[in-house]
């Protein structure tokens, strides 16, 4: 290497002394030569040769620039990167050298190659490799002032390489790295303007969403593989976005039921993580497209995504003890669930509460009742084993819910028995202010919908001496109004 970074420094000092001694083919062979040098392996060596080809670019035209960047920077990757460590190791040097040769002549590049480095850029930066990540995220950066410019002007050769990645590669981490550039794509489409509303038919979404599908098709559950599902939905959502409360054309009916049908079981197999991230994508996508699943699949999905947690049996003398796991978040508590699966609890309430909310007008249908049903099953089954973060989130999501359908309140007084225990126990409970004061606002709304009267039954035993001076006093008439409701005299 020393040899290497000697060669380099006469370069530039004969370069910046002596330029004229230099002739226009010897520039062009002492160009090659150090852009070779900034893929070496050392750092030291590539240090050297940036500085060698900034001095030399300044010695030839700006057509034969690029033509040295073309064939020795852009080429497919070499024979020996077949694996993720070597393809690694490529794309983390080329990284570099791509970021040095931005940075020492820009404006002097043809359009034709900042655009074939802004498709690499914008597909490489996603990397989970840090050392990949790193430079060409920088290189990116030199050539897209902002995101959604960088996205509006390159898209045509972004959306090669994502497709490539998809389609040609058979790493499952490449995969899970170009789909981790869709999410990023997925964040910067309504901001662009050349992508106007509706986005259903535009080609390079098309080609992107296509190749996503065949790579989902195909692939085996891992762990991880639900973030490919949930980058599909974000994806399919970013196309069939919709204004507030329309609805999707028949037409695209179709493309987003197939979707479901293909990403539903990444959310009941696998991980809480997994199955969490699969679950947020679905929700994404919903929302987005104004399109809801079926009432029978979404019971068949929570349900199964949400088994039910039992008590843990003490340890008897003979039974060994259980290896706690090293993840906090996936540290089992007695009767409780994990910190990952109260993540998962959160997003399935969401989509059920979406579901609900897109149910037939008529609040007495069958349909409507037995949704409501389910749904308060659910929430009553759940909230019973929350901790307090989790209950602010189901007793926020059940305020919501009756908003959506008030009605449905006044006529399904059975299954509100389980929810008025609930809420008036939670109330009284001295464990987290922020919760109790949440089950007042819900009691409040509750309270203040015709046609929902409290059942004494609902009661815990000395409710009224359990009441917190100070919820009177915050809460002021919300307090009143409960208070009334339920008919305690204090």
């Known amino acids: 290497s020393n040899s290497r970074v000697g060669a380099c420094e006469w370069i530039v000092m004969v370069a910046m002394e002596r330029p004229t001694s230099i002739q226009p083919a010897a520039a062009g062979m002492l160009l090659r030569a150090a852009a070779h040098g900034l893929l070496d392996g050392s750092a030291v060596v590539r240090t050297a040769a940036a500085s060698a080809f900034g001095a030399v670019a300044k010695l030839v035209e700006n057509k034969d620039l690029d033509t040295v960047v073309v064939e020795r920077l852009l080429h497919r990757p070499p024979s020996f990167a077949t694996d993720n460590a070597a393809r690694n190791d490529y794309r983390a040097s080329l990284g570099k050298a ?26 490489f930066r996603s990397s989970s490799e840090k050392r990949v990540s790193e430079p060409w995220s920088h290189a990116w950066d030199e050539i897209a002032p902002t995101a959604s410019r960088g996205v509006d002007r390159y898209l045509p050769v972004i959306v090669p390489e994502l497709t490539e990645c998809f389609r040609e590669s058979s790493s499952r981490d490449e995969k899970m790295d170009a789909a981790k550039a869709v999410d990023y794509l997925c964040l910067q489409i309504p901001k662009v303007s050349s992508l106007p509303k509706p986005r259903a038919d535009n080609s390079h ?27 599909l939905c974000r994806l399919t959502g970013a196309r069939f976005e919709v204004e507030e409360g329309a609805t999707p054309e028949e037409k695209h009916m179709d493309v987003l039921r197939s979707d479901w049908e293909l990403v539903r079981h990444f959310c009941v197999k696998g991980t809480a993580v997994d199955k969490a991230a699969a679950l947020e994508g679905v929700n994404v996508m919903c929302v987005a497209a104004g399109w809801w699943p079926a009432q029978h699949h ?19 003398e003979d039974s060994e003890e259980e290896e706690v796991p090293t993840d906090r978040g996936d540290r089992k508590r007695k009767g409780r669930r994990t910190v990952n699966e109260e993540t998962l609890v959160e997003h399935t309430m969401v989509l059920c509460e ?21 749904y308060m099953a659910l929430w009553v089954r759940e909230c019973k084993i929350a901790t307090p973060p989790s209950r602010l989130l189901l007793l926020r999501s059940l305020k919501r819910a009756l908003s959506h359908r008030s009605a449905v309140w006044a006529t399904a007084k059975a299954m509100n028995a389980g ?36 059942d004494p039954a609902w009661m815990p035993k000395d409710w009224s001496q359990k009441l917190e001076p100070h919820d009177r006093e915050e809460l002021g008439e919300k307090f009143e109004r409960v208070v009334k409701w339920v008919g305690v005299e204090l």
Do not use: Y
């Open 354 to 374: 979406g579901c609900f909310k897109a149910l037939p007008a008529a609040e007495d249908s069958n349909e409507v009742q037995a949704s409501w049903g389910q």
């Open 205 to 231: 979404l098309t080609e992107v969403h296509e190749s996503m599908r065949v790579a989902i098709n195909g692939m085996p559950l891992f762990d991880g593989s639900s973030k490919l599902a949930a980058a």
């Open 98 to 123: 791509v970021w040095e040769v931005l940075r020492l002549c820009s404006g002097r590049l043809g359009p034709e190659v900042e655009t074939a480095i802004a498709g690499k850029a914008f597909v």
């Open 298 to 316: 979404l019971w068949e999905v929570v349900f199964e995504a949400l088994p039910e947690v039992k008590e843990e049996q003490k340890p008897t």
């Open 419 to 454: 929810v008025g225990q609930l809420a008036l126990a939670i109330v009284v409970d001295p464990a987290s202010g922020r919760v109790r004061r949440a089950a007042w606002d819900f009691l409040a709304d509750v309270a203040a919908t015709e046609g929902i009267s409290a």
